[in-house]
């Protein structure tokens, strides 16, 4: 298939909409591949740097009926500072706007699009023959209109960073790095679209975020070595205060914010209760917009690097395949709404069949019941520890109404909810 430059077929008007719409149908949809487990966990194969043989990424990548490998890695999200009420709401619909973003690089041949833990989107990219400074203008291009798409659609600040091309296909999580980095170095300029390489040109006196030195951070992290985190957060401290001046609060405040979402969302991953991280994450938010000096900000980033890792219970997590950890965390996350088998499942990107039958294989009790356990602890804690009415502890907790809530309460525990709250408060 003959490779179109993006900006050619956008000016070629709707006239050509339903001709073009007729050929997409024919070709394989290389933009939109199936949501199948082989094909996540071979995403995250390439993005995580798990796989250094050339050889079997490419023969996994044809066995996927996907086109060309990608070189290059794109990464889109939003300016931490503007993300404190970005909650779960906006985590879901990242998800949701994921084919609008896609309908963006449609005509780029080969093109893949995920989300990446919520966190950010993710685009992979080849080069398609094109020169340098064609290929640098059709991402230009591409951003610009990924970055109207978010602004639109959250109304919050949004930044992209583009990693460097590598043609080895084993190396490319090295420009998923590289474009995470860009992305964060809205510290460094006003620009919200950021090439890695031309982070180079910022000069040592210039605003500097210590990236090497973070990532130090968050390998002793996964390894639970409390000791060497804090070191590492130490030189992560030293880097960024040696070359900033202590006039620049914004900068201060943005970075350690920064910091902050980083370390909390790394210790979910590790297996931190997800809903006392995010209420901790709060609090630490207030009393980050209250420090003033760097010795301030050195304090604060030790007290909460301590208090996070403190709340990994690795025991919890430790026999669990990735897939089931990261639904137990999500159910943990977002047991009070109305969610399903395959919304769990697509959120940690496996087949919801897959996910039932590991589920039970790991956990010993099928989704249903489990989630119906975590409405039930939360149920029985409100109880116990509040005078609000059973009508709304029982939406709070995730079922669909009182009748229902009182049916599953008795099953449970062999009482109502009134005759439970009464037993408790005599204690």
């Given at each position: 298939?003959?490779?179109?430059r993006l900006s050619d077929r956008l000016s070629a008007g709707s006239k050509r909409g339903v001709e073009m719409g007729a ?14 487990h082989a094909y996540f966990a071979l995403i995250n194969e390439i993005l995580t740097g798990h796989m250094n043989d050339d ?242 900000f050195i304090k604060w980033s030790c007290n909460m690097l301590t208090l996070f890792m403190g709340m990994v219970n690795k ?113």
């Amino acid at each position: 298939m003959k490779f179109f430059r993006l900006s050619d077929r956008l000016s070629a008007g709707s006239k050509r909409g339903v001709e073009m719409g007729a050929g997409l149908d024919n070709q394989k949809k290389y933009f939109e591949p199936s949501l199948s487990h082989a094909y996540f966990a071979l995403i995250n194969e390439i993005l995580t740097g798990h796989m250094n043989d050339d050889k079997v990424l490419l023969k996994k990548w044809e066995w996927l009926n996907l086109r060309h490998f990608p070189q290059v890695v794109m990464t889109a999200g939003f300016i931490y500072n503007q993300t404190r009420d970005f909650d779960v709401t906006k985590h879901l619909k990242m998800k949701i706007i994921l084919s609008d973003l896609r309908q963006i690089v449609k005509y780029w041949q080969g093109a893949v699009v995920i989300t990446w833990y919520y966190e950010r989107m993710v685009f992979l990219l080849p080069l398609n023959n094109l020169e340098d400074v064609d290929f640098k203008q059709e991402l230009l291009l591409v951003a610009q209109k990924v970055i109207s798409v978010l602004e639109k659609d959250f109304e919050l600040q949004a930044s992209i960073g583009i990693g460097n091309i590598y043609n080895q296909p084993s190396l490319l999580y090295r420009s998923f790095e590289e474009a995470c980095q860009a992305q964060k170095s809205y510290l460094l300029t006003d620009n919200p679209i950021i090439f890695y390489s031309d982070l180079a040109t910022y000069h040592e006196n210039e605003t500097v975020y210590p990236f090497s030195e973070e990532s130090e951070l968050l390998v002793q992290i996964k390894k639970g070595n409390m000791n060497a985190a804090l070191k590492a957060l130490d030189k992560v401290n030293q880097v960024f205060q040696s070359k900033n001046p202590q006039d620049l609060k914004d900068v201060y405040l943005a970075f350690y914010l920064e910091l902050l979402i980083t370390i909390s969302r790394a210790l979910i991953f590790q297996g931190a209760d997800p809903v006392l991280v995010s209420e901790r994450k709060l609090q630490l938010m207030t009393m980050l917009g209250k420090l003033d000096g760097p010795q301030d900000f050195i304090k604060w980033s030790c007290n909460m690097l301590t208090l996070f890792m403190g709340m990994v219970n690795k025991d919890e997590y430790s026999g669990l395949s990735e897939c089931v950890r990261n639904a137990v965390i999500f159910l943990q996350s977002n047991f009070r709404q109305a969610v399903t088998l395959r919304e769990v499942a697509a959120a940690v990107h496996v087949n919801p069949s897959y996910l039932s039958r590991t589920f039970k294989k790991e956990l010993g009790i099928n989704f249903s019941t489990y989630l119906t356990k975590l409405r039930m602890e939360n149920a029985k804690s409100v109880l116990e520890n509040s005078q609000e009415n059973i009508k709304s502890i029982s939406f709070e907790s995730g079922f669909k109404n009182p009748s229902y809530f009182h049916t599953v309460f008795k099953k449970n525990t062999g009482i109502s909810p009134t005759k439970f709250r009464n037993i408790m408060g005599e204690k």
